[in-house]
């Protein structure tokens, strides 16, 4: 019998880091799942009132949240530059297309740095259309200082802030969540 074969100290520390890293892979595959799980579910709902900040539009104006109280509204942090906000954008765009008129809005708030020029020619690069806001301090820390690109918050009709979303929210899942919250009773 090989000393391999027969699992010779030599190997065991390897197996051991083995296994540590498969599991911190697995630890990190559930953190990333299971917020959009229970969205899509309707599990472990919070229910706090949203914050009450006014957002900077892309456009020049503003937009208190507030305002769109009666509507389910998907409050998004993301960045041109980073590659799960830009995976998830066709997913977003593609509920806010087939559930606007029912009373779903996304709200992308940009957290990039670029020359403002920049941010509506990769919108419309990327055929986003939905409405943007730029990251202001005051938006940022109404979130809870968001720290994780992205980051998203699905808020419901009576303006509840019901589910958070740290990493890429997948399209499914999101109309999943949508659809259920828009036949909740106002």
Known sequence: M???????????????????LWA??????????VPQARAALGIGSRAMPAPSVTLAMLDGGTLPLQDLRGQV????????????????????????????????TVIGISTDELPLPAVPDFLREHAITYPVALATAEAVDAFGGVSVLPSS????????????VHGMFAGVALQAAVERLLAERR
């Open 24 to 33: 911190v892979v697995g630890l990190l595959f559930v953190a990333r799942v």
């Open 153 to 164: 918050f699905l808020i419901d009709r009576k303006g509840r802030l019901r589910y958070t």
């Open 2 to 20: 090989t000393p391999e074969a027969s699992g010779s100290p030599r190997r065991t520390p390897y197996r051991l880091v083995e296994l540590a």
């Open 73 to 104: 509204v998907l409050v998004n942090f993301w960045a041109s530059w980073c590659p799960p906000c830009r995976a998830e954008m066709p997913g977003f765009q593609k509920v806010y297309d087939a559930k606007h008129a029912a009373g779903f």
